[in-house]
């Protein structure tokens, strides 16, 4: 293990020994080996799961009026309007001949996960999202490089693309005016003329020919774009969408047909937050164009951690929200991490689960043998009232916590964590 070390407020620089950096190195990775190989361990229980979905959209606000901690007075912030670490080469690279044997590809978190980037690189040619634009650039031999053609999108800006093969995915977030007569409101006094939402677009292209692409296939899912990844021929698409009073039913669109995700297919665990938002997590067979959808009530998801199995999304809560907190004492965060199955169109919530502190960012997440592991901090380093620490986390498949090591580096934050192995370096 590793620690990066900073100063404090007091000037002071955190020291480790070599002898003592030795025995946290052994007795982590005695950690990481013991509790990702054995499940007869003592077994932490998680006070969240996701077990539920809903009855009825009356039962959905009964949740969120129950579960807000502002008694439901802000719920969300969508708007209604009266008025109108490794690198993984792309499969392309075999299916093309005369392109270059060595080239830079997508800097990735797990092997055989692709993630979207607003560059592709095939070794032979370069997709770069310009503008509102994607740009394909034919660029070895360099010295005949030339732009081949460009693909513009009229509905919302580009944020990243995926490349598979002769296929190029590409997507973009728009608010877009939806009729009232197209959408499921319920609860709402008087119904809107139109309703103002984001929606993310999904663009599949045929580029067989880099001269001239085609479109294949598109659609369109309720929410804000928030993370993607790709295995194989299968892309999963995640989308944020916020709730307010006047609930408002994710759907999929494509072409003529909208698709609403009903309250019986919307999962939820009991949480308590400021506000609440759907997370739509939808497979796209790239070979097909088929997809599925699943959905969940969360709070604000802030990370994501993907294999090939699974997804894990997090959110951190605050004692203080849930009158946890007794007179004087610290308001410890801690992360509330959602798993997902994934295994081509087949989606399934699994489990919900949390441990101490706050994450850094998706590297501080790993799956190993089944197991997952986390590393957090506790506090802030500013917070000379209360030292800052970090922990080691391992859960089993059910998100309980079977292994721990608390207490690193006091007074210290993480600035970054890479998992190899059965090793975790912070």
Not at 105 to 112: K, L, R, S
Not at 315 to 332: C, F, H, P, V
Not at 380 to 406: A, K, R, T
Request: charged residues 25%; proline residues 3%; glycine residues 8%.
């Amino acid at each position: 293990m590793f620690f990066m070390v900073n100063k404090n407020k007091s000037g002071k620089k955190g020291i480790v020994l070599p002898i003592v950096a030795s025995i946290v190195v052994i007795l982590l990775i005695v950690l990481l080996v013991v509790y990702s190989n054995q499940t007869s361990n003592p077994v932490i229980k998680k006070e969240t799961e996701i077990a539920n979905t809903f009855e009825s959209i009356d039962d959905m606000k009964t949740f969120i009026e129950k579960n807000s901690i502002d008694g439901g007075r802000n719920w969300g912030i969508m708007e209604m309007a009266t008025t109108g670490t490794t690198s993984s080469a792309p499969k392309a690279a075999d299916s093309l001949s005369g392109g270059a044997s060595d080239y830079s590809t997508t800097n990735i978190q797990v092997e055989g996960v692709d993630e979207a980037d607003i560059l592709k690189n095939d070794g032979k040619y370069i997709y770069v999202v310009s503008g509102n634009k994607v740009v394909i650039v034919e660029a070895y031999p360099a010295d005949d490089m030339e732009v081949l053609s460009e693909i513009e999108i009229e509905n919302g800006s580009i944020g990243e693309i995926f490349l598979n093969e002769d296929k190029l995915i590409v997507f973009a977030t728009e608010y877009t005016y939806v009729p009232y007569s197209r959408i499921a409101c319920y609860g709402c006094i008087m119904p809107p003329i139109e309703y103002r939402e984001p929606r993310t677009f999904v663009h599949v292209y045929d580029i067989k020919d880099r001269t001239d692409p085609e479109l294949d296939s598109e659609f369109s899912v309720t929410g804000n774009y928030f993370s993607s990844r790709m295995i194989g021929d299968y892309v999963y698409v995640i989308t944020n969408q916020y709730i307010q009073k006047d609930v408002v039913l994710p759907s999929i669109e494509e072409g003529e047909e909208v698709r609403v995700i009903e309250p019986t297919d919307i999962y939820y665990s009991d949480i308590k937050d400021y506000n609440f938002q759907y997370t739509i997590i939808l497979a796209l067979n790239v070979d097909t164009g088929e997809t599925s959808e699943k959905a969940v009530i969360t709070g604000s998801s802030q990370n994501m951690y993907v294999s090939q199995k699974n997804i894990y999304t997090t959110m951190t809560k605050y004692r203080s929200w849930y009158g946890e907190l007794a007179d004087g004492e610290y308001n410890t965060e801690k992360t509330i991490i959602n798993k997902i199955s994934i295994d081509k169109e087949d989606i399934e919530f699994v489990s919900s689960g949390e441990v101490p502190g706050h994450i850094l960012n998706q590297f501080s997440m790993d799956e190993h043998e089944g197991n997952f592991r986390i590393a957090t901090t506790v506090g802030q380093v500013w917070n000379s009232g209360e030292l800052s620490q970090n922990n080691v986390y391992v859960l089993d498949e059910d998100l309980d916590i079977i292994g721990e090591l608390e207490g690193l580096a006091p007074g210290e934050k993480i600035y970054s964590v890479r998992f190899m192995g059965i090793e975790d370096m912070l």
